[in-house]
């Protein structure tokens, strides 16, 4: 059963503790084949897309929740992912062993361009251009996959642990990792062959990494410890927020962090948005669930999925416009 909600209290949720106003959101009661595993919205923040531990993907319309496409993105069971590539024009679903792309326009699968990496559980990213594919190969290894060809480009290997988190930068094939022993390795994909950039984030392991938009700086986080801000190109801290997270994300205009984390109450996730300019916190709210992902829309909303199968969208545009101006 797929449920549709625009109140301000979703069933079973915790109470909302935010200005922020809540947006149609959507709610998906638990069941063996209904849990969403995975969310994404289009670059051009009209659609979101989520995909199903069943194996299947609802396309919503982000502003009204009002289903716009729902198919089998594979057959058979596995943790499935979902990303739209930057073209506006497709989807990529990857579990069951393959790589599959989606025309958006008629929902035909593009076979020429399926991807066979043989993994049940395989996160990916994809480079700004459309060009590389990132693929988990292995509990220390990524795959580059040349998406025109289909070809394997190079295997990267982490010698700094397992890896738990990585993400493209916005403007080249830069690829940063961030592994369980702490650290963050940064890859020029065009070079694979280079040794790693390494920065040290910690002992605790980089649960999620996320580049500003102009990709100058880049945030990791581990749910122990603290969320670090790094300059790219000097390797440098910039700032460090004495808060864990398991997600980070920077608005499209890069006036703003999100950082989701569980704390205190068991099955409450946490969601701080931080202002850029100052890196102090400019409001928090609870979520059902524990935090999964937080991802801001192009057009500044956010959204954010929790293990309790919500995802809630909020409006931080109009929350932005009503707080007070620095005195």
Not at 215 to 242: F, H, M, N, Y
């Amino acid at each position: 059963t797929i449920r549709l909600w625009n109140v301000d209290e979703l069933p079973g949720s915790v109470p909302k503790s935010s200005p922020l106003r809540k947006l149609p959101s959507l709610y998906v009661r638990a069941h063996a084949h209904h849990i969403i595993f995975s969310t994404d919205v289009s670059p051009d923040a009209k659609q979101l897309a989520v995909e199903f531990s069943a194996g299947y993907v609802l396309c919503c319309d982000l502003a009204t929740f009002q289903a716009e496409s729902f198919f089998a993105a594979r057959d058979e069971k596995a943790e499935p992912f979902v990303k739209y590539l930057h073209d506006n024009k497709t989807l990529a679903t990857s579990a069951g062993g393959s790589l599959r792309l989606f025309d958006l326009g008629t929902l035909t699968e593009r076979r020429d361009t399926n991807i066979l990496h043989g993994r049940r559980w395989a996160p990916f990213d994809v480079s700004h251009n459309d060009r590389v594919i990132a693929i988990v190969s292995g509990k220390d290894a990524l795959t580059l996959w040349n998406l025109e060809s289909r070809e394997p480009i190079d295997k990267l290997r982490s010698s700094h642990g397992d890896i738990r988190s990585f993400r493209f930068a916005p403007k080249n094939e830069v690829l940063a990792i961030g592994t369980s022993q702490g650290a963050i390795l940064l890859c020029d994909t065009n070079a694979p062959d280079d040794d790693f950039r390494v920065l040290t984030h910690g002992s605790s392991p980089v649960e999620s990494v996320a580049f500003s938009p102009d990709g100058k700086q880049l945030a990791s986080a581990d749910p122990s410890g603290a969320t670090r801000i790094w300059d790219v190109a000097e390797g440098s801290e910039v700032a460090k927020l004495d808060q864990g997270a398991v997600t980070v994300a920077f608005s499209h205009d890069g006036k703003m962090l999100a950082t989701g984390y569980d704390k205190d109450k068991p099955n409450v996730g946490h969601v701080t948005l931080w202002s850029t300019e100052t890196w102090e916190p400019l409001t928090t709210w609870q979520e059902p669930g524990y935090m999964q992902k937080t991802l801001f829309a192009s057009d500044g909303k956010l959204v954010v999925l929790t293990d309790a199968s919500y995802v809630s969208v909020w409006d931080v545009p109009t929350f932005l416009e009503n707080l007070p101006s620095p005195q």
